[in-house]
């Protein structure tokens, strides 16, 4: 049996008296999603282990190689555009690794095969540089020319991708496929010929679209037909109207009216998904229409039903990035922007407080679908490393573990890698099977690790309604509360992000009963209030597994019911975008 469902055997066993009655008690939870158990570690692959070094092709490319190309920094920590070896064995030797530290699934970077050159054209990379791509490989997987194609870089024998999913599912660890719909690989602005670039290949290699070198406005869709897949508006200036109506740097920027595209895509995604892929992540989701999203995401869930998937649409704005999460639109789950933008602000070198989070929680009325089931994290491999102190770390992963959402935490952050270096200056170093052995030894590991499991083990942790009772300065004290067919528990949360000791308390929806310690298990008293020592920079968590009879905190928990029905009811009212090729 796996842990997971030792511990959740030990959670209903242990809940089964305090629940006698709770299976017709009011319902309180903040999702049902299945997905929203398993906090996710995400990997760029070629970045983290390379576990098998006859992968590597480092003659690939001739006299423009492909393997290590290091981008120099004036501060001597350099970036590194070429590839480095990372591998899937490098991330299936160490899952159990990722499994220890309490993580649920790996998402890993697209895995569909990319050119084998360096890109001759666009704009030259420096270690500032964003959307620059000259001399660039596509090491990251974000330049597919053949969707249906695995990359030679990441299978070894007897390990392809259905072979590195199942050693994955072995140790209890699901797979995120992060997959593109936008874009193909760089297209156009080369100054030699390259093979593969932008050009798209079926299943049997046959070509399908090709950019020809040309730039997109010189694309003629309506005669070519190899130009068909793709859209000819070219960039587009904020001035002008959206930018999400232009190509994306010089990559090839597929046609969403062309149902061929939608074809293409799908059944390659469904080829993966067959092989073992358990959620999508979705590249820039916010540069195909609604309407490209709804189809596609109806194409998979025709598929497998339920299945979970979340976008990447890099845009602080709360009502943007929300028309995602609609089933009008894509129906999906997106990645949590408005909320980093915040984390790093309170847990980063600036040192806000508690209360700037409020704000992008939206835990009431909001713009989202269901806020608890956006993906929470504070910094990825498209933007600066979160930038923070030992301390700063291990305080943002207890808000990360605690609070609404599914937590998302960046391969390294669990050591401090390489804090706030961006994208072309570190951010996508080489992590390595020297820094994941010693990475124990880090400040930071073993208070990450002690959360992550604690949530791990807490229904009302990964799914129940918050309930915030203080956010302000250093201190966090807030409730999650799940109540569902038959199973109900209440976690208090505190957290103190000062340099010293606190007594905290909270004196609102504390109702007597058999509290305990999350951690150790040890028997608190609470009646209308409860008091604790929370160490500088911790957390303390205490668990009633029993039904919600605080009058007061009912009627908050009804209250939030209430909203979350009317999002419900609102999404059910929108009429879905037209398609055509469902």
Partial sequence: MHSRSILFLGTCLALLAGTSHAASAPDYYGTLEPFASDAVYFVVTDRFVNGDPS???????????????????????????????????????????????????????????????????????????????????????YWGVNFYQLDEHL?????????????????????????????????????????????????????????????PRKLDPKHNPLHAFYNNIGAVDAKDGSIFDGNLAELADFNQDNPAVLDYLAGAYLQWLDQGADAFRIDTIAWMPDRFWHAFSARIRAHKPGFFMFGEAFDYDPASIARHTWQRNAGVSVLDFPQRGAMSEVFGRKGEGFEKLDGTLFLGEGPYRNPYELMTFYDNHDM????????????????????????????????????????????????????????????????????????EESVALQRGLQVNLRLQGDEAVFLRV?????????????????????????????????????FDGAPVKARGRLAADVPAHGVRVFLLDAPVRDAGLQAALAQAMKQQAARDARDAQREAPATSNP
């Avoid at 593109?180 to 290949?201: C, D, I, L």
């Fill in 384 to 455: 600066a490393r979160l930038d923070a102190t030992d301390a700063g770390f291990i305080d943002a992963n207890n808000w990360l573990f605690t609070a609404r959402g599914i937590p998302v935490l960046y391969y390294g952050s669990e050591i401090g890698f390489m804090r706030g270096r961006a994208e072309h200056a570190g951010n996508r170093a080489y992590f390595g099977q020297e820094r994941i052995d010693a990475a124990p030894q880090s400040p930071i590991y073993a208070p990450l690790r002690r959360i992550a499991r604690l949530r």
């Fill in 482 to 518: 799940y109540q569902h067919d038959g199973q109900a528990q209440t976690a208090l949360v505190m957290l103190n992000k000062g340099d010293a000791p606190k007594t905290l308390q909270a004196d609102r929806y504390v109702q007597a009963g058999a509290w305990r310690d999350a």
């Fill in 155 to 215: 299978p070894s024998p007897g390990l392809d991708f259905a072979g590195f999913t199942r050693a994955l599912h072995a140790k209890d660890l699901k797979v995120v496929l992060d997959i593109v719909g936008n874009h193909g690989s760089p297209a156009f602005g080369m100054t030699r010929k390259q093979a593969k670039f932008g050009q798209v290949f079926d299943r049997d290699g046959k070509l399908l679209a090709d950019h020809q070198n040309l730039p």
């Fill in 55 to 141: 992968n590597d092709h480092r003659d690939q490319g001739g006299q423009h190689p492909t393997f290590d190309i290091p981008v120099h920094c004036p501060d001597g920590i350099d970036g590194n555009i070429g590839y480095l070896g990372g591998d899937f064995k490098g991330v299936a030797d160490n899952a159990g690794y990722i499994r220890d530290l309490g993580f649920g699934a790996v998402w890993i970077t697209p895995i569909v095969d990319n050119p084998d050159e360096p890109f001759s054209g666009g704009k030259p990379v420096s270690c500032d540089s964003n959307l620059s791509d000259n001399g660039k490989t596509g090491y990251h997987g």
